[in-house]
Nanobody, 122 residues
Framework: QVQLVESGGGLVQAGGSLRLSCATS????????MAWFRQAPGKEREFVAT????????DYADSVKGRFTISRDNAKNTVYLQMMSLKPEDTAVYYC???????????????WGQGTQVTVSS
């Protein structure tokens, strides 16, 4: 069983910061690759950031590189997305995902959370 529960979304002013959390089920989750995706109004779901099981390797979408940081605390079975210098374009539902694969230039996931809304006001 894999369960992912996001939290930390909300309303923030442009230029501000927000940290999202994703609680995962069981210690087996500590060895799963994890990622964050987002879906903005009227747009398709897109990849944001990913992290391997140990936390030693990460990758980011160009649109968030240098502003967002993905991390994990395996002892707490939790993955984080620290978002800084937020822009209105970052407004979206953010989804936590597990068991990440990269194929043909894109990321996919085997498990998904329910999503948490992030709204950046201008």
């Amino acid at each position: 069983q894999v369960q992912l529960v996001e939290s930390g979304g909300g309303l923030v002013q442009a230029g501000g910061s927000l940290r999202l959390s994703c609680a995962t089920s069981g210690r087996i989750s500590s060895r799963r690759s994890m990622a964050w995706f987002r879906q903005a109004p009227g747009k398709e779901r897109e990849f944001v950031a990913t992290i391997n099981w140990s936390g030693g390797s990460t990758d980011y979408a160009d649109s968030v590189k240098g502003r967002f940081t993905i991390s994990r605390d395996n002892a707490k079975n939790t993955v984080y997305l620290q978002m800084m210098s937020l822009k209105p374009e970052d407004t979206a539902v953010y989804y936590c995902a597990a068991n990440i694969e990269y194929y043909s230039g894109s990321y996919s996931a085997g498990y998904w959370g329910q999503g948490t809304q992030v709204t950046v006001s201008s």
